[in-house]
């Protein structure tokens, strides 16, 4: 196997995938929304939507929202 191809099955090991829900709020951080605007758009509690993104940072393995957004386009999780 390629070394390339490794490296990027490893980063993704042991890692649950980001629900859909999750991938909603992603999608609307990567828009520029803040998590008070998401909360209103998708009709849940700004306490449900730190939730999502505490869960996105943790499965992604990123800094903070804005890196899981990086990550989730580099992986294809998200469209450009």
Do not use: C, W
Request: charged share 30%.
């Amino acid at each position: 196997m390629p070394p390339d191809v490794a490296v990027r099955l490893a980063e993704h090991l042991g890692q649950d995938d980001p629900t859909p829900r999750e991938l909603e709020v992603l999608a609307l951080i990567r828009e520029g929304y803040r998590n008070k605007q998401i909360a209103d758009r998708l009709s849940i509690s700004e306490t449900t939507v730190n939730f999502h993104i505490k869960n996105l940072v943790e499965k992604l393995g990123a800094n903070d929202r804005t890196h899981a957004v990086a990550i989730a386009i580099r992986r294809g999780l998200l469209p450009v």
